[in-house]
Nanobody, 115 residues
Framework: QVQLVESGGGLVQPGGSLRLSCAAS????????MGWYRQAPGKQRELVAT???????NYADSVKGRFTISKDNAKNTVYLQMNSLKPEDTAVYYC?????????WGQGTQVTVSS
């Protein structure tokens, strides 16, 4: 079993920055993919960014150049640095881990971009 705990959400003005963290615990294998997804009100959950155990990254077109995903293996933690935030980035952000055909989700953290 794997547990994911997100933190770092909040209210920020347009153009501002936030860093989300996702701490993973439990039975984590050597090969996995972790990522961030988001869901805005009335919309489907969508991919934001992913990072593999071999540090390959992937980003949604809408966040390329503004968001950066990274991880700290010693802490089993994945980060999402979000810069130049826009109102359309407002959503609940969920951490995700996929390994051995299983998928785990965190509880989500709210990010609101508003003046």
């Amino acid at each position: 079993q794997v547990q994911l705990v997100e933190s770092g959400g909040g209210l920020v003005q347009p153009g501002g920055s936030l860093r989300l963290s996702c701490a993973a615990s439990g039975n984590i294998f050597s090969f996995y993919t972790m990522g961030w997804y988001r869901q805005a009100p009335g919309k489907q959950r969508e991919l934001v960014a992913t990072i593999t155990s071999s540090v390959n990254t992937n980003y949604a077109d809408s966040v390329k150049g503004r968001f950066t995903i990274s991880k700290d293996n010693a802490k089993n933690t994945v980060y999402l640095q979000m810069n130049s935030l826009k109102p359309e980035d407002t959503a609940v952000y969920y951490c995700n881990l996929r390994q051995a055909l299983k998928t785990y989700w965190g509880q989500g953290t709210q990010v609101t971009v508003s003046s």
